[in-house]
Every structure is written in C-alpha cells, then in structure tokens.
C-alpha cells in the first residue's frame, strides 16, 4: 500500500510480495506479525497505524503501541521519527513523559507506553484506542496484560452520526462519508521470551501461518438488546530477514554467531519449538525427564504439595519418593530404577480458565479439598497408587488469620479430611528452591543422584515449570509475576527434602459421600 499517490513523494511502501505486505493489508481483528529479526515488523506497525492517518477521522483514530519496559520503546519511536516528518502533514511529536505521542493537525494521536504490571493498566482504563499494537508480545510472561488491554480496543464513532471529522459539511472532497473505523491489533513479536508459550498456543497453533481463525462468541448487544453471535478474526504472519533486501548482512552474520542455540533458531529463524533465557530450560529434556505413566510401587513414599491460590491458578502436585526398587515402564518394558530419594510427580490438579493467562477459577477450600479427595480416590481406584498420600507443604499464607471469627484456609481444609506440612519460606529458600530443582534435574541427565521426573499425564506441569522465565533483577529466583504456582508446588517440595520410605496401608482415604 502506498502512502502517496505519486510514485516520487513516496515516504514508505512495504517489500511487495513479502510478509510485509501481508500484514499490512490484513483484514484481521488481531494480526501477530512475528518471524525472525530483521523482517521490519516494527515499520510495519507503525505504517500501519499511519495508513488511516487523514481518512476523516480525526480524533477518533487513535493508536498506542506498548512495550513491558520504557526504553525498549526507543527504537520504534526513532523510526516514526524518521519517517512521520517526511509526510509533511503537520505531525508533531510530544517527547515529554506524559505525552510521549504523535499528534496530527486533524486529531489523530499515536501514543507510545510501557505496561509491566497489570496495576499499569489503571492509567488508561476507559480509553478508546481503536489501534493497539504491543510491541515483542512474548516478553509479556503470561497474557493478563495483553487480556485486559484489548478492553480499550474500541470506538465509539459512527459514519452517520459523526460524518467526516473537520468538515463544514460532514462529507468527504467526493461527497463520501468514510467507512465504519476498524478496530485493530497489531503485535509484533520473536518466538523467545517467557511469553512464548502462551502466545504461541493462542496464535501459532490454532492455523499455519496466513490462514485466518475465526473466534464466534454469544454477546448482549445493547445496540439490538439481543443476545448475537460476533466473531473475531485473527491471523499469524511469518516475516524472515531473508525478504528484508535493505538488511546489512553484517547483521545476519551477528546473528549466526550468537552461541545459545535455542536463542539462534529463535532470532535466526523463528522457531516456536525452543526453549531459551529461563530459569530451567537450559537443563529440561523432555526425553529424559518425562516418563511414561506407571504404577506406583507400594513400597514408594506418596505425599502431594500446593501452592494456594483463587484469583490466580490454585496448583497441587502429587509426588512418588523413590525407595531403590525398580520398575518396569509400560510400552517398552524397559526397566527403571532411580536412586533412593528420586521425586516423580505422579499426578496434578492446576485450576485455570487457560493456561498461559494466569487466572485462577476462583474455588473456595472447601471445593479444593473436594477436588483432591477425587483425585486420590481415583489414583487409588485406577490402581496408580495403592497408599493414601502423606500430607505435604503447601504455601504458608493458607494459615493466614484474615478474620479473627473465621476459620483459615488450612483449618477449612483440614475440616474436610486434607491436611499440609509447612512449606519453607526461610531467608534464602527462593533461591535455594531453584538450586535444587535444577541439580534434581541435572541428576536425571547425569543419572546419579536423587533426581526430578514427571510422568506424562502431567501436561499443565509440564508446559508451564520447564520454561519459566528468571527475574530480570534478580537472575538467581524466578519471575514473579510468570506463571509460576506449580513451579512453587515443585519449590516447596524439593525444599523439604528426602523422607523416608512410606509404611504402606497406614492411612485411609477419606472417600466422597
């Protein structure tokens, strides 16, 4: 799409025939234009917000493209320098903090943010923004922000009743009235970062690259006061450097030479199948630490842990303590024998609307409890366990005194028949958590040692500890504000150490009514 009509006054024009081109002109709600560096995905953004720049509009045409931290934002906003004067249409940039925006002699505003924390959010609740662009989506651990931004994603203007903005007469130079305002997102993004996970199951496998997905839901329209189907379309569009004639091979050979291998396919060649810059992911293979599901010896120790949680993902893992005996894996028969000590989650429960949005179903104790009961009879009834489990740690704050005349989270779990052990949460144990996660995990690699497996049935567990993101202030702990309540549970149950060997039959379920 060209920004002007005569060839010679053209300021931009993407690479046509390129992914350039297809995310420009995508018709979609949602439009992620993500691939490898260097395909120019971030002039695309903004060209693509400039492109209703003056189309009658005016102030309804509002954009705002966002980063997690402030000074990633320098890049984009230098670039929109570059190009945005050269329209000569009277764009003037705001540099001041609050301002931070492109404004138009005719209304339009393009506004540059950061949003870390969802509390970041408060500052533009209620705007109407109908152009949101996040900028590198995967940086963004899990998808609450990207959730709740896409509530500005509106307009209230309609060509009837607001007509060409600025005109005496409400009409266009040909007597037109300019069409309905689309409401846009553009993302643009690598496939590393501690949101790939998320963003890539909620963008890159529904469909193959190019292909739209339609999302049809039942909505109140006030408008008709009726219950209507709407649908949402988005489509995912790889761009490589390989198009981008412009690039400096001097990058392409910087990239080349980057030494992580996961980093390199990601940046190199936009591949979603890696695992790169976490806490753990440089030691998780699936070949090694993921086993088939078993039967668990009756001799093995079973307890479970819990890392709390209503608003955000209540998390319970069970766990069997290995005693010395080998077992016979299914399928290939293969035997197995790890040392004494060796923890194998053997069994979950990860309440959330989705994984990778970080929103809990908001039980109560009482329906956690349940949920367990269930769980273990059925573990008992299928015949994987054949000992009531131990209790195990679970996140102090369950013994939190919020009111004085109600009972804890704990004493209502325990009223139900599930009780816990206290979980370590000493001066260190964060970091000391981690340290023995990964050398469990580097045990299984090495094959000494008490080590960490997960059986295959695990999946919640397995998609969201491996490839949790560490702090960025403080590499020695993980991200706080990731996905990170099974992590916990697989904390506070490595921090408690080795037990001994269970004494089979000495507790009895408590079973449903």
């Not at 309440?351 to 367990?372: F, S």
Request: proline content about 7%.
């Amino acid at each position: 799409m060209q920004m002007q009509a005569v060839q010679s006054n053209v300021v931009w024009e993407p690479l046509w025939g390129t992914s350039q081109e297809l995310a420009l002109v995508s018709p979609c709600h949602i439009t992620l234009y993500c691939g490898t560096r260097g395909p120019g995905k971030s002039v695309c953004q903004l060209m693509k917000f400039r492109s209703r720049v003056g189309q009658g509009y005016g102030p309804y045409w509002r954009g705002i493209i966002y980063d997690r931290e402030f000074k990633n934002l320098g890049d984009i906003v230098a670039q929109s320098k570059r190009f945005f004067p050269k329209f000569n249409d009277g764009a003037k940039f705001l540099s001041s903090p609050s301002d931070y925006k492109w404004v138009w002699p005719t209304g339009e505003e393009l506004l540059f943010r950061h949003f870390k924390k969802l509390s970041d959010y408060d500052g533009v609740h209620g705007w109407e923004a109908p152009f949101v662009g996040p900028n590198e989506l995967t940086k963004y651990p899990t998808s609450e922000l990207f959730d709740k931004l896409m509530s500005i994603n509106r307009c209230s203007y309609t060509p009837e009743k607001d007509g060409w903005v600025g005109s005496d007469t409400g009409y266009g130079p040909n007597g037109e009235l300019p069409p309905p305002i689309p409401l846009e997102v553009f993302a643009t993004t690598n496939s590393s970062g501690p949101g790939k996970n998320w963003v890539k199951r909620e963008f890159i496998d529904p469909a193959p690259y190019g292909k739209v997905v339609r999302k049809t839901t039942k909505v109140f329209n006030p408008q008709t006061q009726q219950e209507e189907e709407f649908t949402r379309t988005q489509v995912a569009i790889f761009g490589s450097y390989r198009e981008n004639k412009y690039l400096d091979p001097k990058y392409v050979a910087e990239l080349d030479a980057i030494k992580d291998p996961n980093l390199r396919r990601a940046w190199l060649y936009g591949d979603w199948d890696i695992t790169a810059g976490g806490a753990l992911d440089d030691l998780w293979r699936k070949e090694k630490h993921v086993l088939p599901r078993f039967k668990v010896p009756r001799n093995w120790r079973i307890d479970r842990s819990m890392d709390w949680g209503s608003s955000h993902p209540f998390a319970c893992a069970w766990w069997a303590e290995a005693n010395g005996e080998e077992v016979t894996l299914p399928l290939t028969g293969k035997k197995f024998t790890p040392p004494k000590g060796t923890l194998i989650q053997i069994g979950e429960i990860y309440a959330t609307e989705r994984v990778g949005t970080n929103k809990g179903l908001k039980w109560g104790p009482d329906l956690c409890a349940q949920k367990i009961i269930d769980y273990e009879t059925k573990l008992l009834e299928n015949g994987w366990i054949e000992t009531q489990p131990y209790p195990g740690p679970a996140d102090n704050q369950i013994r939190n005194v919020i009111d004085s005349e109600s009972d804890t989270i704990e004493t209502k779990f325990a009223k139900k028949g599930i009780k816990w052990t206290d979980s370590d949460k000493s001066p260190g144990s964060r970091k000391n958590g981690l340290i023995l996660i990964r050398d469990r995990l580097q045990a299984a690699i090495d094959g000494e040692g008490p080590a960490l497996y997960v059986m295959d049935n695990c999946r919640d567990s397995i998609e969201t500890v491996p490839s949790i993101p560490r702090d960025e202030d403080n590499i020695e702990d993980v991200a706080t504000d990731a996905e990170d309540h099974m992590y916990d549970a697989w904390r506070y149950r490595c921090l408690k150490g080795a037990n001994r060997s269970a004494l089979p039959g000495t507790v009895k379920i408590r079973m449903p009514t």
